[in-house]
């Protein structure tokens, strides 16, 4: 009964292939979102979505596409994969869309991206 | 627009001993924020969040953080260390994006070294 979902959790792949990364959750959450953290640690989100639509684009390379089939899902499509693609994407959802956020979020164990 | 920063990126303590996690934030809005831990090669887990109620605010596994607006910080805090408190620790505050939905901004995380 996992709450956020990620699949795989490991993804190890060549230059200029393309990929995707799942993600799930059952908590009813209405927002979804993908982070990225680097080597160094740092986590930094790269889009929202709520009710389907995106609300956050934060300036990723457009290689990068989220599609969201329903409110349960939020899927990370990467096209044309680069060696600075190497990092772990972590999917989080949460509940509610006040500005205080005050519902908290929720995320996936992540998944460990390796371009090769 | 919205910041946090973790003024230490390594603390070590020794078992038993008291642990403070330093971190400052700039909001333009009155924040929400938040502790994650994440232990080496998991996700990350909430510890505690702050959402405008009371000022000091309880976690798990003996957590703790105070708000304190007038010098915009939100150290973390724990009486006792104990080894499996070894991790990653990042400070977060909460984005207004304007459209309805949040993300969160993460700080570069503090590596807690606990000392047998």
């Known amino acids: 009964d996992t709450a956020v979902s990620q699949t795989p959790k490991y993804l190890v792949t060549q230059m200029g292939n393309d990929k995707s990364i799942k993600c799930e959750q059952n908590?009813?959450?209405?927002?979804m979102y993908w982070y990225k953290q680097d080597s160094k640690k740092f986590l930094k989100i790269m889009f929202s979505?709520?009710?389907?639509?995106?609300?956050i684009n934060e300036t990723v390379p457009n290689r990068f596409s989220p599609k969201s089939p329903d409110k349960a899902h939020l899927n990370l499509h990467i096209n044309s994969l680069e060696l600075g693609d190497s990092a772990v994407y972590f999917c989080?959802?949460?509940?509610?869309?006040?500005?205080?956020?005050?519902?908290?979020?929720?995320f996936g164990s992540g998944t460990r991206l390796t371009v090769v | 627009a919205q910041s946090v920063t973790q003024l230490d990126s390594h603390v070590s303590v020794s078992e038993g001993t008291p642990v403070l996690l330093r971190c400052n934030y700039s909001?333009?809005?009155?924040?929400?924020l938040f502790w994650y831990v994440q232990h080496p090669n998991k996700g990350l887990q909430l510890l505690l969040k702050?959402?405008?109620?009371?000022?000091l605010v309880k976690g798990i596994n003996g957590f703790e953080a105070e708000f304190k607006k007038s010098e915009t910080s939100f150290h973390l805090t724990k009486p006792s260390a104990h080894m499996s408190d070894a991790a990653e620790y990042f400070c977060?505050?909460?984005?207004?994006?304007?459209?309805?939905?949040?993300?969160?901004?993460f700080g570069k995380g503090t590596h807690l070294i606990i000392q047998p």
């Open positions: 979505y709520n009710n389907k639509e995106l609300i």
């Open positions: 909001s333009s809005y009155s924040p929400s």
């Open positions: 977060v505050v909460s984005i207004y994006s304007g459209g309805g939905a949040d993300g969160l901004t």
């Open positions: 908590l009813g959450h209405d927002t």
């Open positions: 702050y959402t405008s109620a009371a000022t």
């Open positions: 989080a959802s949460s509940l509610g869309t006040a500005a205080r956020a005050n519902y908290g979020y929720t």
